[in-house]
């Protein structure tokens, strides 16, 4: 736990069963092509998280990890590449396929990152 999200063991957590376990339980997933999001929180420590994995044949190859940032997942194209370098260029509105919902969850206000696909 500390690794991922800083905290100490001998924080101010009073009760020791709250300190000596740590576990990511999702609370949504949603898949959008190879890409997958899983969020979750854990309001007794005011930790809100989110994972976005990209899978390529059933094997995650890249996870990025959010904590206590509210995201929301922006699609900028499904064409071909090359017509992604042009359509990019020309975007004036990218409507959201998936935003965060728990993040009012941990207690606090958490910065917002918006995550092309």
Not at 11 to 31: L, R
Not at 73 to 84: E, G, I, M, Q
């Amino acid at each position: 736990m500390r690794l991922l999200t800083g905290a100490d063991n001998n924080s101010n957590i009073k009760d020791q069963s709250i300190q000596s376990s740590f576990s990511f339980s999702p609370k949504s997933i949603a898949s959008f092509g190879s890409i997958v999001i899983a969020e979750g929180c854990d309001s007794e420590r005011g930790i809100y998280w989110v994972h976005a994995w990209t899978v390529t044949d059933g094997i995650i190859t890249q996870v990025r990890e959010y904590f206590n940032t509210s995201l929301t997942v922006t699609r900028l194209s499904s064409s071909s590449a090359a017509a992604k370098t042009a359509e990019i260029a020309s975007v004036h509105y990218c409507p959201s396929v998936w935003e965060s919902s728990l993040s009012n969850l941990v207690g606090k206000s958490v910065p917002g990152l918006v995550l092309a696909i």
